[in-house]
């Protein structure tokens, strides 16, 4: 049979790209072939409802594909699709929801007529479909041949997640609306998915969630593995090189965890991304967060404590109602006081069914931007002081090219001295240098292919 030619779009956070991974490779191991997407017979979306901007993106992309000359289908699924999947239905007759990604596969192959896989000739029905795409705990689990996740991603580094949805109610997310209540893929899954990765050559692996470290799994004895624990039984069970943490909740960065970290640094990513949303108590209490801005700060020097070396993230939010210029000076100032090693920035969206859309005192969009700016110069100043702080030491460094790649702490790295063929290997590297345009240059460590 001949194969038919698909694309994945993916739009939005790290977990729909992980989503997206899955998906992508589950097309590929019933017979699909990855292709641009003007190529495309199929084409799969996945949506994002975080922003209003987000939303709008998600509308442009559905009425691009659904117009290119050769009419593919279009399969939509994520947030906008479990939120309002009329929105993207109606744009072409050509349009498909599908609200599970578990059975974003499944669908493609009833939608495009295909009834057998070109690369064995092999026949599936409804069941053997939904055996091969089996679901635990709301977790799609794609039996792939692990080599498929490493030409997929150039063998560089692959997202596992383990945990959806949320329980928190913040009163500008709507996300909790569209991934419902938080549940946690069963430990031995997530063992299975890196032992994988590890099998297919990926350097480094990413633990990602809609709200991490609220995993919990309760084992057969009763004991509760939260996401320190996770993290050691990986260690422990796996050789993965590497293990790296996506966005975690401040609260949820417990003692046991950065010592988890701190005793295995030479295989955990000393990197942490806190969507802290503000610096200012009274703005964190109008959002519904949980947490105080003085919490906040003793939380990182607790962390730092133990761990001097990782180097932190967060999300910010500008312009929240009610924002005054002194909340927002006093969430500089936070920020001043952490010194974060990148900073994702957003204005203030509005989302149509959630508190803050309604709230008094909204921010003048004016002053949002120049609020925004501000921001962001002061994270061009961060970014850069945190990455000369770490002239001198050693960290590993995933090579994304031959001689380009990401340190530990989330820092792009030129290593000067790498040898051929490095795409895809990791490798400690001693940090030597910063160039004007932000780059660090190292040189390899010891190194043994």
Known sequence: MRKTTASVINLGCRVNRVESDKIAVGLISHGFELVDEEEAQLIVINTCAVTGEAEAKTRKAVRKAAGRS?????IVTGCVVNLNPG????????????????????????????????????????????????????????????????????????GIKIQDGCN??????????????????????????????????????????????????????GTVVGIARLLQEILDQTAIPQVRLSS?????????????????????????????????????RRMGRPYSAE????????????????????????????????????????????????????RYSKRPGTPAATAPNQVDPKVMAARSARVRRLAEQMARQDAASRIGSVENAVFEYEDKGTLGSFHKVI?????????????????????????????????QS
């Not at 055996?131 to 490493?150: F, K, N, R």
């Not at 946690?184 to 990765?197: E, G």
């Not at 009610?322 to 010194?339: M, N, Q, S, V, Y």
């Open 87 to 158: 929105e993207l239905t109606s744009i072409s007759d050509r349009v498909i929801a599908e609200p599970s990604k578990a059975d974003v596969v499944s669908r493609a192959l009833h939608a495009t007529g295909r009834v057998a896989d070109s690369s064995e000739g092999r026949h599936f029905d409804d069941r053997e479909t939904s055996t091969m795409l089996s679901v635990s705990s709301g977790e799609a689990h794609v039996d792939e041949d692990p080599h498929a996740i490493s030409d997929l991603l150039g063998r560089s580094r692959y």
């Open 70 to 74: 050769l009419e593919p289908i279009v």
């Open 295 to 346: 919490t906040l700060l003793a939380n990182v020097n607790a962390i730092r404590d133990i761990l001097p070396s990782v180097s932190i993230s967060c999300d910010l939010i500008v312009g929240f109602p009610g924002e005054t210029d002194e909340e927002f000076a006093r969430t500089l100032e936070a920020c001043r006081k952490i010194g974060f090693s990148r900073m994702h920035v957003f």
């Open 168 to 221: 928190h109610r913040c009163t500008y997310c709507i996300v909790w609306k569209a991934r419902g209540p938080e549940r946690s893929v069963p430990l031995d899954s997530v063992i299975r998915d890196v032992r994988s990765a590890e099998l297919a050559g990926v350097p480094e692996v990413v633990l990602t969630g809609v709200n991490l470290g609220a995993y919990r799994y309760e084992l057969a004895d």
């Open 248 to 284: 975690i909740e401040p609260m949820d960065v417990d003692l046991d965890l950065v010592r988890v970290m701190f005793c295995n640094q030479d295989r955990v990513a000393p990197f942490l991304h806190l969507p802290i949303q503000s610096g200012c108590t009274q703005t964190l």
């Open 415 to 447: 290593i000067e001295d790498a040898p051929a063929g490095m795409r895809g290997a990791i490798a400690p590297v001693r940090i030597v240098s910063l160039d004007d345009d932000g780059y660090l240059h190292a040189r390899l460590v010891d190194y």
